[in-house]
Every structure is written in C-alpha cells, then in structure tokens.
C-alpha cells in the first residue's frame, strides 16, 4: 500500500500507539490501514455417496478440480457464503450443514471455512468460474488434479471420516510446502 484511500496521502509502515504490528498508517489524516486475511468458504456437496466437483476455469490452479468455494462477500455469513460460491459455481442449491473444516494459510493470508452440505436437486452446471462440474464417487476423486491442499485434506478427512461413520470437525495448517 503506498496512498491512504481516505485522504490520498502517501502512507509509511509503522507501529501505531498502541499497537504491536506495523501497520500502513497516514501521517496526513492519521488513518490507520489493517490488512487482514481473506475468508474463503464453500462446502462439500453431497448427493447420496456422492460429491460435487468442479473443474476451475481460472486462476489460480486452471483446469484443476475443486470442491465449490471462493471468497466471502462483505455482508454475509460463512454459511451463506458457502452456498452463494456454490450456486455461482455449479449452478446447484444446497442446504448448508455442519462447519466440517477449517484451514489456516498464513503465508499467503488466508482462512478456508469448509461446511458439509446437502445438494437439494440434480439441476446443476459449470458457473462461469467453472469447466466442468461432476458429482463423483470416492473411487473417481481426480486426488492428483486436485487444485488446493485445504480440498485434498478436506476430502482425506471427509472419507476417512464416511467409513468410521461419524463426522468430527477438523482443523489445521497448510505451509508453504504443502500448499498446491
């Protein structure tokens, strides 16, 4: 960040009073300027043993598979979220259920929130961000076209999780190494 987007001044990197982390602050107007992580939600889709899949069709990650999810919207719930990303993405309507998982990237200041949900019907189709969509069987899990560690995770949990025949909450972190 180098202007305040209060005043348009030039912004400087340093601990405000009170504060413990620097931050871009304005010497003209005195705004202070928090750059906080990102939300990502979405869910898994279920229909009977299957899930829904979706095969993006932009970066990053092209032509990669991926359960439903994107970025949260100023004003909506995680839950909402999660079923607005998969309406737009797969054109398909759910009802959003447990919080199922929740990632932690900190080097790239991101937070993935992962419910289980319900497909409603079978009236479904690649979104605009989508190529393909595809409700799959475990056996049909593309595990190495898989665009995101949170999605491979999530999906290792979920079916480890279906044969024990209880579904608990995970979460974790995903590091640099570990993050594609």
Sequence with gaps: ???????????????????????????????????????????IAEWESRILLCRRAIEPRH?????????????????????????????????????YALYNIPHINQVYILFRARLLDLDFSAGAETLEVRLVDEADVPWEQLAFATVRNTLRHYYSDRAQGEFRFHIGTIEPATSR
């Excluded at 004003?75 to 959003?96: D, F, M, S, W």
């Design 63 to 99: 032509g990669l598979w991926t359960v439903p999810a994107g970025f949260m919207e100023n004003g909506e719930t995680t839950a909402q979220g999660a079923a607005r990303e998969t309406l737009e993405e797969a054109n398909a309507r759910v009802e959003i259920g447990p919080l």
């Design 1 to 43: 960040m180098k202007f305040c987007s209060n005043c348009g001044s030039a912004v400087a990197l340093k601990i405000p009073t009170g504060d413990t982390l620097p931050r871009h602050v304005c010497d003209a107007c005195g705004t202070i300027h928090y750059q906080n992580p990102k939300m990502i939600v979405g869910c």
